[in-house]
């Protein structure tokens, strides 16, 4: 006998209760903040219920991959419910349709995507990043709509893999659980910079200067923090991009995956100003 409520009647997690509160507290974060938190309302439905997949890689190989700098998870090598994908990528297309993000031409068009056949072979060009593009897809939308989707599964693989062997040698700028770019970085209490996978949420070290071009010339890298000294944003003038972070000692809490990123979104129109 277990008297624990049923998972439904959990309270929402942390990363939800903080995007509402942002809608609150800033106007102009309103929209962005309630779409995404209804977002990751839809994806933790589905991620409450989904059985924790196993990866089917001894964790030699694991090992050996980290060591010779391959990622660790191949398309194919974790279990995914494409029955839930399919239902995730209706739900993601409506909360878009409804926030009017997309047009009822596209939203269908969407819809008759996630019905195809030929869905694995599309998620696995995008999880391969050989391909994002979908026929008519004009603004973009369907690989945001797959990374939604796909992001319970991405994200139970991730927690998986990094309960069994450590990511601290990996050093690289890419994820070492799905190869994909890092979204977000996060200082430690000890003042280790941690990079953010976008769509697996895994972390890991990285201490290598610009992760999207391996610039190490500290004159190449410009840092910047906000007022409250919560956030940074590094700069790379070698390739022009530039990675967003939370100090989490100045913080005082961990990165919250879903948040940080819309929460931070200021900062990005001021880069984008700064061109
Ligand atoms: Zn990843
Ligand atoms: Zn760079």
Redesign the pocket.
């Known amino acids: 006998m277990s008297s624990r409520p049923p998972s439904r009647e959990r309270p929402a997690p942390r990363d939800i209760v903080e995007l509402r509160a942002l809608a609150t507290r800033q106007p102009d974060l309103a929209a962005a903040a309630a779409l995404h938190a209804e977002l990751v309302a839809t994806v933790r439905r589905v991620e409450a219920r989904i059985a924790t997949p196993s990866l089917d890689v001894p964790d030699d190989l694991l090992r050996t991959r980290l060591l010779r700098g391959v990622p660790l998870a191949s398309f194919g090598e974790f279990a995914i419910d494409w029955s839930e994908v399919r239902l995730l990528i209706r739900q993601v297309t409506d909360v878009l349709r409804r926030m009017d993000l997309v047009d009822q031409a596209a939203s269908q068009r969407l819809h008759a995507v996630g019905r195809e056949a030929g869905l694995p072979d599309r998620a696995r060009a995008w999880y391969d990043q050989v391909t994002t593009a979908v026929e008519d897809d004009p603004e973009g939308m369907w690989s945001e709509v797959l990374q939604w989707s796909l992001k319970p599964f991405l994200i139970r693989t991730a927690e998986v893999v990094t309960r069994r062997v450590s990511l601290d040698e990996w050093r690289r700028g890419t994820c070492p659980v799905c190869a994909a770019e890092p979204e977000f970085a996060v200082i430690t209490p000890s003042g280790e910079r941690h990079l953010l996978c976008g769509r697996c949420h895994a972390r890991w070290p990285f201490d290598g200067g ?1 992760p ?2 391996g ?1 190490t010339d500290l004159s190449q890298l410009r840092t910047f923090a906000t007022a409250d000294r919560v956030y940074r944003v590094t700069e ?1 003038r ?2 022009g ?1 530039y990675l967003k972070a939370l100090d989490s000692q100045a913080a005082g809490r961990a990165l919250l995956p879903f948040y940080d990123p819309v929460a931070t979104l200021p900062l990005d129109a001021a880069m984008m100003q700064g061109r």
């Open positions: 610009c999207y071009c610039c790379c070698a390739c991009r």
